[in-house]
């Protein structure tokens, strides 16, 4: 049957190859703008890792992960009156540049040298110069692809500003956005360059972790302008945030793959209606109902079949081009194994979807009717 099926779709070339190009740009669509929500996934659970054991204090309503908000000393005192608190981080983020629907250029963490561990991880090394002492200013570590992006060099300057901060160290690959595509100098020198007087966030680190999510509450329970967010309500709000991501790129993907089923269905209309000696010689040789209706699917399936493996490839290759637009370069577009088990599954149904009516019909031919049909 499937022989027969793709010499029939091959009698019409031109027509059979347009209509899958149909499925085709459908199913590109889908899997290129689904693999930014694949690579934000994986970016975003990246950067959870930052703050595994830790809890993220914001102000209130200041957006994903903070970067809105604004917090002072007065509430870094609310914070340390809390407690079972063993350290707490300020931390400030200055952002360069920003593109809509690509980020920013670069950003700046203002940390204080001495508390960087909890920030870039325990067990990171230098991949080339030494981390910044602390109380040390006018110096500043890069992350590994910040570094290979800029072809910056321990030893160089980076300007933040109007203050050229000296190169000293190079952080190794840690595959944590924030750090490998980032800058990271002296608190206190992000805030006299930037004029600041508030900061985004604290790092709180409890002295034991199985307090944490008690530490959060109180911390809540002490000021009605924080929001302190553990490692698990993060994944949570992050999950969220991906799937919407997911839901919106599918939905403008599956508008252009509908139109492609659409076309599947006018392509065997036309094919059943052309066929129809063909089909009422098949039924009066003793073909069934059923087998008729199977072959017309099985075709119908088949273009569907082709475009949406070429539509998977065209992805692929529109990924590339789409996660340098849609993020900068700063989100690696993933096209994993389920996503491209998606698109393929999701152009088969449109075919068999496309295919019944035409197929039905087709079944249904009088053969007396059909044989006479010119």
């Known amino acids: 049957m499937l022989d027969l099926a793709y010499k029939n779709i091959m009698r019409q070339r031109t027509r059979t190859i347009l209509t899958a190009m149909g499925i085709l740009i459908g199913i590109g669509a889908i899997v290129a703008l689904g693999s930014i929500a694949e690579g934000i996934d994986v970016a975003v659970q990246s950067g959870l890792e930052l703050t ?14 903070g970067f ?40 700046a963490i203002g940390i204080d040298p001495s508390k960087a561990g909890y920030f870039v991880g325990e067990n990171v ?27 910056i060099e321990v030893g ?62 109180d911390i809540e329970d002490a000021s009605e302008r924080l929001d302190a967010l553990t490692s698990t309500e993060l994944a949570r ?16 993907g599956a508008i252009a793959a509908l139109v492609g089923g659409l076309g599947v269905m006018n392509t065997m209309i036309m094919a059943v209606m052309e066929r129809r000696r063909e089909i009422g010689v098949m039924k009066a040789i003793g073909a069934t109902n059923g087998v008729v209706l ?26 590339f081009v789409v996660g340098g637009i849609f993020g900068g370069g700063q989100i690696t577009a993933i096209v994993t194994p389920g996503l491209a088990l998606t698109g393929i599954l999701f152009a088969l149904i449109l075919g068999l979807v496309g295919g019944f009516y035409p197929a039905r019909k087709a079944s249904k031919l009088d053969p007396v009717v059909a044989l006479r049909y010119e």
Request: zero cysteines; hydrophobic letters at 45%; charged letters at 25%.
């Open 52 to 65: 595994a054991g830790k809890i993220t204090v914001i102000e209130k309503d200041a957006g994903f992960f």
């Open 68 to 107: 809105m908000g604004e917090l002072t000393d007065e509430d870094l005192e609310v914070v340390e009156s809390v407690g079972g608190i063993k350290d707490i981080v300020p931390i400030l983020m200055y952002m360069e540049s920003f593109v809509m629907m690509q980020g920013p250029e670069w950003w």
């Open 125 to 151: 090394e230098m991949y080339d110069g030494r981390a910044i002492e602390a109380d040390e200013t006018g110096v500043a570590e890069v992350g590994k692809t910040f570094a290979e992006t800029r072809n």
């Open 156 to 217: 160089d300057f980076w300007t933040i500003v109007d203050e050229d901060f000296e190169i000293v160290g190079i952080i190794e690959k840690t595959g944590i956005s924030d750090v490998d595509q980032g800058i990271m100098v002296n608190f206190d020198d992000l805030m006299d360059v930037t004029d600041s007087d508030s900061y985004q966030m604290l790092y709180v680190v409890p002295d034991d972790v199985k307090d944490t999510e008690k530490i959060a509450e």
């Open 237 to 252: 709000q992050a999950g969220q945030i991906v799937d919407q991501i997911r839901i919106f790129t599918f939905a403008i």
């Open 294 to 319: 199977r072959q017309i699917l099985t075709e119908s399936a088949l273009i569907s079949l082709m475009g949406g493996v070429g539509g998977v490839i065209l992805g692929i290759a529109g990924s």
